[in-house]
């Protein structure tokens, strides 16, 4: 089995470098009949801090936006035109409202898809990223040295010319090759990623 990824694995300042490292990790979840399934992560964005304005969290704390000001490693979960649940993993600190949207998982690109395929919505919305909520990581294989795309967000123009062009999804180039969002975008460029660091042994 691979290691679990604690839930302070993921507080970081950097959202955007953290968003790159979540690839190829595995995203696991335990189902209603207690089967795991595990899924490695393929497409991430990264959303940082009250100032980007692409981000739920420029509009200020929410009901709907309150677990993004949370701690580092839980999950905020919404839904977006009232169809798609989207996953995101809150990286802190507490009252720094940051998030990786996690995009795309092999055999489900799209975060409507990743959803949908695993049976993820809003029960999960402010639990912790750990076994005992039925949603964790997992640390994966190295991707160091594996060829990673970077583009800008997918749907963010709404936000400005200077938020809508930030760089900040991160897309595993097998997966590249079957989304549509990819096709459109511009620059691609070529990323080298370290992996999460390992946790110490107890």
Same mark, same amino acid.
């Given at each position: ?33 207690? *089967? ?148 459109? *975008? ?5 990323? *080298? ?10």
């Amino acid at each position: 089995m691979s290691q679990i990824l604690s839930p302070t694995t993921f507080s970081s300042e950097d959202t955007v470098a953290l968003a790159r490292r979540l690839l190829g990790c595995e995203l696991v979840m335990r189902d209603g009949e207690g *089967q795991v399934i595990r899924r490695t992560i393929v497409e991430t964005e990264a959303y940082h801090g009250p100032d980007d304005l692409a981000s739920h969290a420029s509009r200020g704390r929410t009901p709907r936006n309150r677990p993004m000001f949370g701690p580092a490693g839980h999950w905020y979960v919404y839904l977006c035109y009232g169809i798609h649940e989207m996953l995101n993993l809150v990286t802190g600190p507490r009252d720094f409202p940051a998030a990786i949207l996690i995009r795309g998982v092999a055999g489900a690109v799209g975060p409507g898809k990743l959803t949908r395929s695993l049976g993820i919505d809003r029960r999960f919305n402010g639990l912790a990223a750990q076994p005992d909520t039925g949603l964790w990581l997992e640390e994966g294989e190295a991707v160091s040295g594996i060829r990673i795309l970077e583009t800008t967000r997918v749907g963010v123009d709404y936000a400005g010319p200077v938020w809508a062009a930030k760089p900040w999804r991160f897309v595993l180039v097998s997966a590249a090759v079957r989304s549509p969002y990819t096709q459109r *975008q511009s620059p691609l460029r070529g990323v *080298q990623v370290a992996p999460l660091p390992r946790r110490k042994a107890k």
